[in-house]
């Protein structure tokens, strides 16, 4: 990437917030295709589910753009959407855990009906392809494991970026990818 990259990139997105901000719609296309990929790629990891993804990151850019006048512009706008994009992808994770507890809750006469997410064998494998896989090994990781790997393997940010986005240190960032690449290698042997 040129080194100048960051900054041609945080100047167009200048220009994006400025049109969106006037409430010009290709202000609002312009970010969406900057960093959509960044973000459906991270929502992707935590969840482990393409439609799950795709609807978390709809959620995550349609709070951005509903909170943009808050947006601090001397932050660059990737780092400022993939938080969302984070606190989105915690929210889907309490409202999962919370469908999980009532399902759970129901008369056994009741649950008949609520539909099993597992998948049956037949789909099981045929779904066994790697990319798959990796990503359910991904998915099952701790969140403050998991976060930081998306950010820094896939994203291809600095520990530092990451350590701003997450609200932790450098060498905390470093110390979870660590943990997180340990934790991988014992869920794919296993």
């Given at each position: 990437m040129p080194e100048n990259a960051p900054d041609h990139l945080q100047k167009k997105d200048e220009k994006a917030l400025a049109a969106a901000l006037?409430?010009?719609?290709?202000?609002?296309?312009?970010?969406?295709?900057?960093?959509?990929?960044?973000?459906?790629?991270?929502?992707?990891?935590?969840?482990?589910?393409?439609?799950?993804?795709?609807?978390?990151?709809?959620?995550?850019?349609?709070?951005?753009?509903?909170?943009?006048?808050?947006?601090?512009?001397?932050?660059?706008?990737?780092?400022?959407?993939?938080?969302?994009?984070?606190?989105?992808?915690?929210?889907?994770?309490?409202?999962?855990?919370?469908?999980?507890?009532?399902?759970?809750?129901?008369?056994?006469?009741?649950?008949?009906?609520?539909?099993?997410?597992?998948q049956g064998p037949d789909a099981a494998f045929a779904s066994h392809h790697e990319v798959a896989r990796i990503h359910a090994v991904i998915a099952a990781l701790p969140a403050m494991l998991k976060e930081p790997l998306l950010l820094c393997a896939i994203e291809g940010m600095s520990q530092e970026e990451a350590g701003a986005i997450l609200g932790i240190s450098r060498k905390a960032v470093e110390t979870r990818i660590y943990r997180a690449r340990q934790k991988l290698s014992h869920l794919v042997e296993g």
């Open positions: 006037a409430g010009r719609q290709g202000g609002y296309d312009a970010l969406m295709r900057a960093h959509r990929d960044a973000v459906y790629r991270f929502v992707r990891g935590y969840t482990g589910n393409e439609t799950e993804a795709l609807d978390v990151t709809q959620d995550s850019f349609v709070a951005a753009f509903l909170a943009l006048h808050r947006y601090d512009p001397a932050r660059p706008f990737r780092a400022w959407i993939l938080r969302i994009a984070r606190n989105k992808c915690h929210d889907w994770a309490r409202r999962r855990a919370v469908r999980r507890l009532f399902a759970f809750a129901l008369p056994l006469e009741e649950a008949i009906d609520i539909a099993d997410e597992a």
